[in-house]
């Protein structure tokens, strides 16, 4: 795997990747995640002058509170589309964990069996996810459009279009809790720690990179002794347990359980991923450019309400800003491919494999 | 790799620029929200937000216009922001951004009562005072509700209208909403109780239900003038059963000799007015809803009252109002709709 791994960063196979690096300090800054993390700094330094009352804690707190759950879910989501798949039923599984969470609450099960029973159905879901991707072959995103339906119809199915309105006031409070006099929720150190946990998993782990393994060449993945069925199927339940997890999380935040819960947050996880760097395509992204990609777009969304720009103008940055990070490496790789075919990462995997 | 690094640089610099392009041309389109509302600032620092239901809703636009009104009034700074689609958690974002920007009170129409109610929260710990109007929440979630109107104010509204109308006496008949709405069913019990009290001559023959169904409604007008031959009126506590009863009595060789009132809205009614189909209907004016608001928002801020029952303030040109109970402020006696007024309303 070393060597295919060499191949794929440098463009020779003769000699190691190291011996081809550039220096340290271009490999760091001249990134994508750079730019995007260069991106933020500015959007925030001017949003800071231009923008009233954005300098402040509460606005920091605001932040952080809503983009805790497009965290959460962004992180399997990242390892997701690292493997070329996609997961489209996160928010659905977030929604039917918040009424499966909200009804047990009701009937009388403590909080803490209640959460444990919540993360078992997320499991589930990514189970049944993952079954039908490995174990039937189907595409993930065929799979996953089918069960962002299902699982919300079964969501609204059990609840229908009440809500269920009363936690224990402990547990709401928990989510609006801030370390000391801090903007910063308490929560977000337990959120940190997956990001921690996520990021080693990633880029440290031979799981990790086993991962990027597959996005590239899922055949040569193969070849090398990754199990790649057994990768997608802890991706999948990653997912349905993390999104199980967001679920919980927006239920005790709002003190609301109800099927309508987190429409439409699927998209907005993985327009912040792509946002962040990571290829559509697979096989190409790091964390903390998916880190800075949430918070950049909860950045301007909140800098742009508090310039009472209306939703629907922010909508239309947002998707523009996405759509041109989402094309902007396709029209760079046509643009060198005028000049030079063949060299994308992906293709030298293959002409490489192709001659091994 | 000459050409690698250029285009990483070349991706790296057009990200940058695109963002920043967005986001100065999103922000200093706007970045002012007092210049782009339009209202006026004067030396105190009173700001009061609107968040009604959804924006782009003609009820709404109305109730902000007389929220305007009061505003400019007191001198303060007015703004009206909300969701486009009037979905239970919609208006969420816009409560942490009032409170964001230190509004002084926010004037909310709840899309939910308790969706929203965390947000709520979290704005009044940050020293935004909060007024519901039109749609309450639960009670803990602000410090005033300005309620439109009360069920003795409607029912009583509502039999002195078809009284007047039919020289106070001979049949009536009610065509209500579907028959288990709890509101309907308690003002039409208290206009029984006002009938016979005090309009003796007044005979209430049926009460039917149109099920808040247009075509429902229609029909059962319909077989209410077959009926009851000499019925002289019918009164319809619903928006949509008075509007379908109006459409077929304005076809009907009864029109002019059969009374209809009850509660409606001015641009449904509108053309039955015009046509001398329908002498009076009520509801409230929303317009003075808005302004009621947007004063008792002022005096929380001023510390004039703080919200429980028996506190009094003044708002503007509609007079002296006292908090009564639950925290709830009463507009008053529903607002009368007939040929003279009902052209300055858009609702």
Redesign the interface.
């Known amino acids: 795997m070393t060597t295919i791994w060499a191949s794929a960063k440098a ?1 020779s196979r003769t000699k190691t990747y190291k011996d081809y690096a ?1 220096p340290l300090w ?1 490999r760091t800054l ?3 995640e ?3 993390i ?2 933020l700094i ?2 925030v330094a ?2 800071s002058i ?5 300098a ?1 804690d ?2 920091l707190y ?1 932040l952080l509170r ?1 983009i805790t759950p497009i965290l959460i879910i962004a992180l399997p989501m990242t390892l997701i589309i690292l493997t070329g798949d996609i997961d489209l039923s996160v928010a659905s599984i977030l929604a039917l964990s918040s009424v499966t969470f909200g009804m047990m609450v009701q009937g009388g099960w403590p909080v803490p069996l209640a959460i444990i029973g919540t993360l078992v159905v997320g499991l589930v879901c990514g189970a049944i996810n993952g079954f039908l991707v490995t174990v039937v072959g189907l595409p993930s995103l065929a799979v996953t459009i089918g069960t962002m339906a299902a699982f919300r119809g079964i969501a609204q199915g059990l609840l229908g279009t009440t ?1 269920i ?1 009363t936690f224990p006031e402990e547990w ?1 409070n928990l989510t ?1 809790m801030k370390i000391g006099s801090t903007g910063i929720p308490v929560l977000s150190i337990l959120v940190l720690v997956l990001i921690i946990v996520f990021a080693v998993i990633m880029h440290f782990t031979p799981f990790g990179r086993g991962i990027f393994a597959i996005g590239l060449s899922k055949e040569a993945a193969e070849f090398s002794g990754v199990n790649v069925q057994r990768t997608k199927m802890i991706l999948f339940l990653l997912a349905g347990l993390l999104s199980a997890l967001a679920g919980i999380y927006l239920t005790l ?4 359980a ?1 099927a ?1 819960n987190g429409t439409g947050l699927e998209l907005t996880v993985i327009a912040a991923v792509l946002l962040g760097g990571v290829s559509i395509f697979g096989g190409k992204g790091a964390m903390h450019g998916v880190i800075a990609g949430v918070f ?1 777009i909860g950045t ?1 969304e909140s ?7 209306t ?4 909508r239309i ?1 947002v998707g ?2 996405l759509v ?2 989402v094309i ?2 396709s029209i ?2 046509w ?2 491919g005028r ?2 075919p063949a ?1 994308t990462p992906g293709t030298q995997t293959q002409a490489f494999l192709a001659k091994s | 790799m000459l050409f690698h690094t250029t285009g990483r640089r070349l991706g790296a610099a057009a990200a940058i620029a695109v963002t920043i392009a967005l986001v100065a041309s999103g922000c200093s389109g706007s970045s002012d929200p007092k210049s782009t509302d339009g209202a006026s600032s004067g030396d105190s620092d009173l700001s009061i937000t609107f968040l009604p239901k959804n924006l782009g809703n003609p009820y709404f636009d109305t109730s902000s216009k007389g929220g305007k009104a009061a505003v400019e009034e007191l001198k303060g700074t007015f703004a009206e922001v909300g969701p486009s689609e009037a979905a239970p958690d919609s208006q969420v974002s816009y409560i942490q951004t009032a409170a964001q920007q230190g509004v002084s009170a926010l004037v909310i129409s709840a899309n939910d009562p308790t969706a929203i109610g965390s947000a709520l929260k979290e704005a009044m710990d940050a020293g935004t005072k909060v007024v519901t109007f039109d749609s309450d929440t639960d009670p803990q979630y602000r410090d005033l509700f300005v309620n439109q109107a009360d069920a003795e104010g409607i029912a009583k509204v509502q039999v002195d209208m078809i009284s007047d109308q039919i020289g106070d006496e001979g049949e009536i008949a009610i065509l209500s909403a579907a028959a288990n709405a709890t509101n309907q069913n308690a003002w039409i019990e208290l206009m029984k109780k006002d009938l016979e009290a005090n309009h003796p001559n007044i005979k209430l023959v049926e009460t039917v239900y149109g099920d808040d169904d247009d075509q429902m409604s229609f029909d059962k007008t319909a077989a209410l003038l077959q009926t009851y031959p000499n019925l002289k009126g019918i009164v319809a506590p619903t928006t949509v059963g008075i509007a379908s009863a109006a459409r077929y009595l304005s076809t009907s060789d009864k029109k002019g000799k059969v009374a209809i009132t009850g509660l409606g809205t001015p641009n449904q009614m509108r053309d039955y007015v015009e046509d001398g189909t329908v002498t009076e209907f009520a509801l409230w004016n929303p317009e003075d809803l808005g302004y009621l608001a947007a004063f008792a928002g002022a005096a929380l801020v001023d510390g004039t009252i703080t919200g429980k029952e028996g506190d009094t303030f003044t708002a503007g040109k509609l007079g002296e109002f006292t908090v009564g109970a639950d925290n709830t402020v009463l507009l008053g006696d529903p607002f009368k709709f007939n040929k003279d007024n009902i052209a300055d309303f858009d609702f």
């Open positions: 463009n550039k271009q001249m990134t994508t750079s730019a995007v260069l991106g500015l959007v001017y949003a231009a923008v009233n009352n954005f402040s509460i606005t605001y809503d809500a309105t709401t609006s935040k709002t003190s609301t109800r309508e950049l301007i800098a742009l309400r508090l310039a009472n720009v939703s629907d103008v922010s940055i523009t800003l041109l990070s902007s490496p760079l790789a643009i060198r000049r030079r060299s």
